[in-house]
């Protein structure tokens, strides 16, 4: 099995560890490369593996996280990649948080000043620009490709959000294609996606294992399927409801681990569970 998974009652990190020091001598795990969500759960993972080693010294796996922290990923992925070279070095730079916050800031006041007739407040100006930045980086994170949607279709509720429309969709492309760079969200997703063409192209030399990812962004989803069908790959899903085979819709709780499962091919049968196979009666309740 290349897939697991544990009851909601189990410490799923902990279970990882001990499968992980099942299958791999201590000098082997220093080879491992962990993917986790983000930083706090790669310092949770860090943890269960201490709990296990106690005063013991054992190097750990390479422990990285999918997001916010792109050079530690760069590296691992360099890693005995002779592919990976050239995919990194097709990747747009990306633009500061600063920078992005001023442009889009600019964006912003010259609208309302033509708006309005009068000259916005820098309060007012920044607290719209980052309620834009959220909407960018959703949409860029759902795989949705900004130059490539038809406006026209685009609908709001309340019509005074056109604003966001024509500064998003209109002025902002135009902005990255002078500059030559794109936002942060845009380039970890380059990433995630430069990742994934090597990989499938040519497999890493070492285990990797995706651990504790639902896959809520499409380019994840992709990257678990592919880690899935590497000849070392392991994906370990958090709390997937085994006793569920009917789909459920987006809002469910196993809505995100559902759409994984399906990326990867997979139906529950695929799955091996970390663990105590049962539940007590309370539990189940």
Known sequence: ????????????????????????????????????????????????????????????????????????????????????????????????????????????????TKRTGLEPSLHHVLALTDDLIEIQQNLIREGIHIADVNVSRVAFPDMAQHWQVNILFKEWPYIESERGLVTRAGREQALLKAMNATWKKSPPPYPVWMVGSTGSMPVVRELMATIHRLPQGFVVLP???????????????????????HAMGATHDSVDLLGEQGVTPRQQL
Request: negative net charge.
């Open 239 to 261: 709390e997937l409801n085994i006793t569920i085979s009917d789909a459920v819709n987006i809002g469910h709780a196993q809505y995100y681990v559902q759409q994984a499962m």
């Open 1 to 112: 099995m290349t897939i697991f998974t544990a009851h909601w009652h189990h410490d799923l990190l902990r279970l990882t560890a001990q499968e992980m020091f099942r299958r791999y001598d201590a000098e082997a795990l220093p080879n491992l490369l962990v993917l986790m969500p983000n930083r706090r759960s790669c310092i949770a993972m860090r943890e269960a593996f201490r709990g296990l080693t106690g005063d013991e010294t054992v190097l750990l796996p390479r422990i990285v996280p999918l997001g916010d922290a792109e050079n530690e990923l760069l590296m691992a992925f360099a890693r005995g990649q002779a592919d990976a070279e050239s995919a990194l070095s097709a990747l747009p730079p990306a633009m500061s948080q600063w920078q992005h916050r001023m442009l889009l800031a600019e964006l912003v006041r010259t609208f309302e």
